[in-house]
């Protein structure tokens, strides 16, 4: 093993779950521009009829599987470690997206992209809980926020990095590309882990000694976790923003194209204004968290994500009012994230809730379920 400073193997562990959250939401992203494509070629890869319930059933199977599994992922983790569920997620990702290029019917795009979302929820699980881990809380909220930032630069690159590949390569040697780019990442993982494991803090290393991980303790943390009210509040705080996200998103590109007249390249654009700014914000308010109050923090990601629903509705003062609400929303996001994930570190501390894995998956269960029920409410 080789010997590094602490605070080189803290900055290590960052890049590692940055690196991971990256490919993950790379993957999740590339196909947003072919997928209607897709849907639109003829059976039985595409289908002939209702392709707008097929297009709604491909997205919201990705969320759907990823709520279902996210116990599971947390479970897995807590009952192995947060190095081998970062890992073997990254490899799970992987083969899913190798599937989702050697597919030949509707149905197997569908498998496939339920088990991103499957594997996208372990990746969550283990790589939040590896930097809770390894990081002390006066600067945990820095470190969750730096490793956002690979999660919306996977966001904002996704769309353009899928199209351009398609166009070149079609779909199968696309997927096929980004399946090896997963494997590899996971073989680096693999090496750097080897060559500097992880090093957990002083009071990690303490708790995780008193601390059993048989299916009866398990249960008991999961119970206290459940019935806890200052995480089942950050986790509400989750289910709110994420909802709103998901009542927005969609109906955005309707308003824009009704209401302004714009080109889907215009359209894009304007979107990619939340991208951006969650990718700055994220950061920034991590640091910020390791400052000042991460409860407050939380609560002012509620307020600014009401700011941003208030000018969706006042968007008929103008294209302006429209820019203001996207921009807010992906700055209520990047608050929202990297400080309740740090928050809930905190709290599993203070109150002695067992293994961070089952309250990320909880998040993480959170986060899906407002992204399902956000465009029905926004539809209905």
């Known amino acids: 093993t080789i010997i590094i400073p602490q605070t080189r193997r803290r900055n290590l562990v960052v890049l590692l779950v940055a690196t991971a959250l990256f490919n ?28 707008e319930v097929a297009l709604g059933l491909f997205f919201a199977s990705k969320d759907l599987c990823q709520m279902l599994f996210a116990p599971i992922a947390g479970i897995l983790t ?24 050697e597919a030949t019917t509707f149905r197997q795009l569908l498998i496939a992209r339920g088990a991103q979302g499957a594997a996208s929820a372990a990746v969550m699980c283990g790589g939040l ?24 630069f996977g966001l904002l690159c996704g769309p353009l990095i899928g199209g351009l590949l398609f166009q070149r390569l079609g779909r199968k ?26 090093d957990r803090t002083a009071e990690e290393r303490e708790r995780g000694e008193t601390v059993t991980k048989d299916d009866a303790s ?14 089942l509040a ?3 705080s989750t289910l709110v923003v994420h909802a709103v996200v998901g009542v927005i998103k969609p109906i955005s590109q309707v308003v824009l194209d009704a209401e302004f007249g714009m080109t889907m390249v215009k359209r894009s654009f304007v979107i ?73 570190a905190d709290l599993v501390d ?31």
């Open 24 to 51: 993950d939401m790379l993957q999740l992203t590339m196909l947003l521009p072919i997928i209607h494509t897709l849907v639109s070629s003829p059976p039985p890869l595409g289908v002939t009829t209702n392709k």
């Open 78 to 101: 807590s009952k192995t470690s947060a190095n081998a569920a970062l890992i073997l997620s990254t490899v799970g990702l992987g083969l899913a997206t190798f599937v989702f290029a």
């Open 129 to 152: 809980s590896l930097i809770a881990e390894t990081h002390p809380p006066d600067v945990r909220g820095a470190a969750m926020g730096l490793a956002q930032t690979g999660l919306a």
């Open 173 to 198: 040697r696309t997927f096929r590309l980004a399946a090896g780019i997963l494997i590899a990442n996971a073989a680096g993982m693999v090496g750097l882990m080897g060559l500097a494991p992880p």
């Open 218 to 231: 398990l249960v008991a943390s999961s119970k206290r976790l459940l019935s806890n009210r200052d995480i």
């Open 234 to 236: 950050v986790t509400a």
């Open 272 to 344: 990619s204004i939340a991208t951006v700014a969650y990718f700055i914000t994220a950061p920034f308010s991590g640091w910020l968290s390791d400052r000042v109050s991460r409860p407050r923090l939380v609560a002012l990601s509620l307020v600014l994500m009401s700011g941003s629903s208030a000018f969706f509705a006042l968007r008929h003062l103008g294209i302006w009012a429209f820019y203001t609400c996207v921009a807010l929303l992906g700055v209520a996001l990047g608050v929202q994230k990297s400080s309740s994930q740090s928050l809930l």
């Open 350 to 380: 203070k109150h002695e809730l067992g293994e961070y894995s089952m309250a990320y998956a909880l998040s993480d269960v959170a986060d899906s379920l407002g992204l399902i029920i956000g465009p029905v409410v926004g539809l209905w």
